[in-house]
Nanobody, 125 residues
Framework: QVQLAESGGGLVQAGDSLRLSCAAS????????MAWFRQAPGKEREFVAG????????DYADSVKGRFTISRDSAKNTLYLQMNSLKPEDTAVYYC??????????????????WGQGTQVTVSE
């Protein structure tokens, strides 16, 4: 099995930065693609950023391109999301996720079988 645990959320002002972390453990986590999703109140969960198993490819939602950076440290089994120039519309619960298959990532929620418990990010005006 795979376990994921996010941390690093909080309350910040517009324009500030935050770095989220996701500690992963379990079966051959280093070969799995990983991603960040978020869910705002009353909205569906949406893709934010993803990274392939070897970090050769990253993908971002248009709304965060140029502001967010996803990275992974395979030695530490940790996924990161550096969030800069935060906006109030970035307010959401942020989840990390990984797939049961190895290799290529996806931006589709249903393609991910393992999820963390989420961490709240709140951006004030």
């Amino acid at each position: 099995q795979v376990q994921l645990a996010e941390s690093g959320g909080g309350l910040v002002q517009a324009g500030d930065s935050l770095r989220l972390s996701c500690a992963a453990s379990g079966r051959i986590i280093s070969l799995r693609p990983m991603a960040w999703f978020r869910q705002a109140p009353g909205k569906e969960r949406e893709f934010v950023a993803g990274v392939d198993w070897n970090a050769a490819r990253t993908d971002y939602a248009d709304s965060v391109k140029g502001r967010f950076t996803i990275s992974r440290d395979s030695a530490k089994n940790t996924l990161y999301l550096q969030m800069n120039s935060l906006k109030p519309e970035d307010t959401a619960v942020y989840y990390c996720a990984t797939r049961s298959t190895y290799g290529k990532g996806s931006a589709v929620v249903d393609d991910y079988e393992y999820w963390g418990q989420g961490t709240q990010v709140t951006v004030s005006e």
